[in-house]
């Protein structure tokens, strides 16, 4: 490392205007201030009250328990949906290659661009990428309707059942295990098979990116390397070879060190990556192998004095530049140096004033590195012109950077999250002096900071509520929903533009980011949710539908929207209705046969279905009775298995399907008997069955440790609850004689004030 530059010795640039303010930690904390200082409360609030709901209704991020109780009220196809599963763990890509199992460190996670059923997911782990579609989709609506059955099986009202819904370690019965769903592994996680895996040699792969397009793929590799893939063959169309002959940190001449963000520019023929040799360079995708420093790049940008860790470019148009330019110069404003700065930025791609009639893009490169500062380069200017220095704006942050973001231009026309637009209330929302400014957010340590990449100038600092280092960033940019019962604010905006923190802490943050929060110097707190492992990745769909979260353990959740459910099922619902059935099928046979009719004389004909029996009914009816107590048990549902216990009573069956049992089938009955006899709804039935079980079974003691533990806790369950009953008893003899006692005393009190009165 003694090849690295100091910190101290790079070139930097004083910021216009620089502002430090402490961030609002607390959810709307300007608003409930003045109630909290007239009520002398100190305490912060730990979720905004309405978006904290919104975000646990529309994407389960949240308390589970909570999440439960507000969504337990919605149908089930409209509830948001979560997977959990371990990178690698399918059999497709644990069975070959080094670092089989999953147990790698997630380190990137991209979602590609949004087809019409779903959008590609990226996993960059181990020494192969992974590539999930068609499986995740599949796994989703899985969830989804394994949440169906379980509401159909199971009673939310009941405590015993919310256990086994939340799958906890206690089954139903008291037995000795319950069955595994076929898609959840041994360890507790989804499994899911990638559809696609993109190998990278052997090397360790420390991050990719899909193209705008999402057919082709960025990978960046240990080693150096950087290879452009194939989505869809998994073919590698071109391997890049960075090499540190040429200095800019590292060790010896000849090192390579591993490649730790890549990016593509908006052309799409060009990737941007860099790593741990401290240079970014510029790759054609389509150009020729060789360049003018030997190792291919087109272009190498040199100034960190350590490794570099994100790289986001930065596209905007350069009209909106211009018109903010105008409306500047025309009023005056106190910020001219904005203003210049982003009228020499627009020079070097559109010289003249005719080509802003035209929709002129310009591109800038932003590197974080470890050595405290953000870089921005300028890669479409004439190198003749600048003499080969394209760096532009050096800030520094203050401690070692590990994630950047973007923030386009809040009324930018090109960048449309979320179903675009902003609303009905868009169009009335206040213009501020950030609308037509890209910002860029950067994190270090537990502390944001916003930047004007044009200038130099931060915007705020703000620190957040992270014990550990910010290691991803993602931003969340949706209109409110019009059934949505959230107030405007005071700008008439009807949109969600928040920024998603994560780090080593496991905490998920997510903070408002509206230009309105950024010019009062605040970055307010909305919602939050702790996990268990620390996050090392994080990733958001462009149509805002999906969130994706990557940890050190190698496990990856994936939360999915509700509102994606409903436009599956009416997509659905819509082939299907379009779809006409075949002759001689009984969809053909029973079609119309849900149509209304219009007109008022016509009569309905009712046909009632035939009720199909259940399967301990069937068995009932055939003199199966032990058979039927089994079927019975095997549905775990209390009340089914009581009726039956009753029919059988009646039926004077009940010893003949209590008899003739072996350890396997006396585990159930003996497991519901012992859970169940001290519910008063139950005991009375109970009570018999455990009779006859101990009249049958009970000269067997000593044969079997499996029978003589369950009997043992029947004894003890027994035991406890007549020692309650007993307590209870004693209870109700003080009490009557306490009551008693008071009815006497009165009486004489009465008699006396007779005999009073009468003398």
Request: proline share 3%; with cysteine; charged share 25%.
């Amino acid at each position: 490392m003694a090849s690295f530059q100091s910190s101290t010795s790079l070139r930097q640039q004083v910021p216009t205007s620089t502002q430090n303010v402490l961030s609002t930690t607390s959810p709307i904390l300007n608003a409930t201030s003045t109630n909290n200082a007239s009520s002398g409360r100190k305490d912060a609030i730990e979720s905004h009250p309405q978006l904290g709901k919104w975000y646990m209704r529309n994407y389960g991020i949240g308390p589970k328990k909570d999440v439960k109780y507000l969504t337990r009220n919605a149908a089930v196809e409209n509830r948001c949906t979560s997977i959990k599963f371990r990178a690698g763990m399918g059999s497709s890509s644990s069975s070959s290659g080094s670092g089989g199992g999953g147990s790698n460190v997630v380190c990137e996670l991209n979602f590609g661009s949004t087809t019409a059923t779903s959008s590609a997911l990226v996993v960059a782990s181990g020494p192969r990428v992974e590539l999930y579609r068609n499986n995740l989709t599949r796994a989703l609506r899985a969830e989804g309707s394994t949440q169906k059955r379980r509401q159909m099986n199971f009673y939310d009202d009941d405590d015993d059942f919310d256990d086994e819904f939340d799958g906890g370690d206690d089954v139903l019965f008291g037995g000795r295990g319950g069955r595994k769903s076929n898609t959840v592994s041994a360890d507790g996680y989804d499994s899911i098979d990638p559809d696609r895996n993109i190998s990278t040699g052997g090397l360790l792969s420390a991050c990719a990116a899909f193209r705008s397009d999402s057919k082709l793929i960025a990978i960046g590799s240990e080693g150096g390397v950087v290879r452009i893939c194939d989505a869809n063959s998994r073919a590698t169309l071109r391997t890049f070879h960075s090499s540190n002959k040429e200095g800019g940190g590292g060790g010896g001449g000849g090192d390579r060190k591993t490649i730790r963000s890549v990016a593509w520019l908006r052309d799409g023929k060009r990737v941007v990556a860099a790593g741990d040799d401290g240079l970014v360079r510029i790759w054609n995708v389509g150009g020729a192998t060789s360049g003018g420093n030997g190792n291919g790049a087109e272009m190498t940008l040199r100034g960190h004095g350590d490794k570099v860790t994100s790289i986001k470019v930065v596209s905007f148009r350069a009209d909106d530049l211009r018109s903010r330019s105008k409306e500047k110069k025309k009023g005056a404003t106190n910020d001219a140096t904005t203003v210049a700065s982003a009228s020499s930025l627009i020079t070097h791609t559109a010289p003249s004033d005719d080509a802003f009639d035209s929709p002129i893009w310009s591109s800038y490169v932003v590197s974080a590195s470890y050595d405290h500062t953000l870089r921005v380069w300028d890669i479409e200017s004439n190198s003749e012109a600048r003499g080969q220095d394209r760096c532009i704006s050096i800030m520094n942050h203050g401690d070692p950077i590990q994630a950047l973001l973007v923030l386009p231009p809040a009324n930018n026309r090109s960048y449309n999250y979320g179903g675009g637009g902003g609303g009905s209330g868009e169009s009335n929302r206040k213009s501020s002096k950030l609308d037509n400014l890209p910002l860029v957010v950067s994190a270090g340590g537990t502390t944001l900071k916003i930047w004007n990449i044009l200038n130099g100038s931060c915007i705020g600092t703000y620190p957040t509520k992270h014990a550990k280092t910010i290691t991803a960033l993602c931003l969340l940019d949706v209109p409110y929903d019009s059934s949505e019962e959230v107030e405007e604010d005071g700008n008439g905006t009807r949109r969600k533009r928040h920024i998603i923190t994560a780090g080593l802490d496991g905490l998920l943050r997510v903070h408002s980011a509206s230009n309105e929060d950024l010019i009062s110097g605040s970055l307010p707190y909305l919602h939050g949710m702790q996990i268990t492992e620390p996050i090392s990745a994080l990733a958001v769909s462009s149509d805002m539908n999906r969130i994706a979260i990557g940890t050190t353990t190698g496990i990856v959740m994936v939360y999915q929207r509700r509102r994606v459910l409903l436009a599956t099922a009416a997509a659905a619902s819509s082939t299907m209705a379009a779809k006409e059935p075949r002759h001689g099928t009984y969809s053909y046979f029973t079609r119309g046969a849900n149509e209304k009719s219009n007109d008022p004389d016509d009569y309905m004909l009712m046909h009632q279905k035939k009720q199909k029996l259940a399967e301990y009914d069937l068995l009932l009816r055939k003199f199966r009775y032990g058979d039927a107590l089994d079927a019975v048990l095997a549905k775990r549902q209390p009340q089914a298995v009581i009726a039956v216990i009753e029919e059988l009573g009646k039926r004077c069956g009940l010893t003949i399907a209590l008899s003739n049992r072996d350890e396997e089938s006396l585990d159930a009955i003996l497991s519901f008997t012992t859970r169940f006899i001290d519910n008063p709804q139950y005991t009375s039935h109970l009570i018999g069955v455990a009779h006859i079980l101990c009249d049958i079974y009970g000269s067997l003691l000593g044969q079997s440790a499996v029978v003589d533990e369950l009997f043992a806790k029947l004894r003890a369950k027994v035991a406890m609850e007549c020692a309650v009953q007993k307590m209870l008893l004693r209870l109700v003899g003080q009490i009557d004689y306490v009551m008693n006692t008071a009815e006497i005393l009165a009486a004489e009190d009465e008699m006396q004030m007779q005999q009073q009165k009468h003398s």
